[in-house]
């Protein structure tokens, strides 16, 4: 089984609307966080925000929040207002407690419509 | 600077030759990743070092790929014999791993985009 799922391929929303990038996971660890990475055209991955699965309250960082349903196992991504410039691949990823790696989704590309 | 830096940017090879790629991690990050992101395609998990530990080699796909780490900072991954399907941006990334802290995030490198003729 896939341990991040990201069932969107491609998003479109219009300028200063708000969006939400969808994010299943996978794992029967506790303990586990989850993030969320910005990949824009030039290539380099950019952290956005991050989620702890005993954290209490959703995370937000300015624009970004993250909807967290544990018990649905999933973690999706809210930008509100969208800008321009959120024009990107968008991946989720999950490390847990008991292991190293980072399990990455295979992303969705959003575009943001003037 | 303060970040992930990898070198080449840019690498074009002829297919069957060794290449050899640099990552310089954050200083004071314990943790190094390598993965390979395929055009329009997620990343691939290659290889982990922590600390003084025994990397974790499970995602490297062959036995031409081959990692090591010097001094714990520096890394560098090797591909002997290259072929066509080795094309791909590796990525590096560096990280904290403190569970008193909880997860830290990586940092990634811009990346090396290895082009095999």
């Known amino acids: 089984a896939q341990k991040i799922t990201q069932t969107q391929p491609g998003m479109f929303v219009q300028e200063k609307e708000a969006v939400t990038l969808d994010c299943t996971y996978d794992t029967s660890d506790p303990s586990y966080g989850l993030f969320w990475y910005k990949q824009p055209s030039s290539g380099e991955m950019i952290f956005l925000i991050y989620?702890?699965?005993?954290?209490?309250q959703n995370a937000t960082e300015g624009r970004y929040s993250l909807n967290f349903q544990k018990a649905r196992k999933s973690a999706n991504l809210v930008i509100s207002a969208s800008q321009l410039g959120d024009s990107a691949m968008y991946f989720c990823a999950m490390r847990e407690n008991t292991g190293n790696q980072f399990y990455f989704g295979t992303g969705t590309s959003l575009t943001v419509i003037p | 600077g303060a970040g992930v830096s990898q070198s080449p940017s840019n690498k074009v090879t002829e297919k069957g030759k060794d290449v050899e790629l640099r990552c310089d991690p954050i200083?004071?990050?314990?943790?190094l990743y390598w993965y390979r992101q395929s055009l329009g395609q997620g990343l691939e998990f290659l290889i982990y070092f922590q600390g003084n530990s025994a990397p974790d080699k499970s995602g490297l796909p062959s036995d031409r790929f081959s990692a090591e780490r010097t001094g714990g900072s520096v890394s560098t991954l090797t591909i002997q014999r290259t072929q066509q399907e080795d094309s791909a941006v590796y990525l590096c990334a560096s990280s904290f791993i403190d569970r008193d802290r909880g997860y830290q995030p990586q940092h990634f490198g811009d990346g090396t985009r290895l082009s095999i003729l």
């Open positions: 200083s004071g990050h314990t943790a």
């Open positions: 989620q702890g699965s005993y954290d209490q």
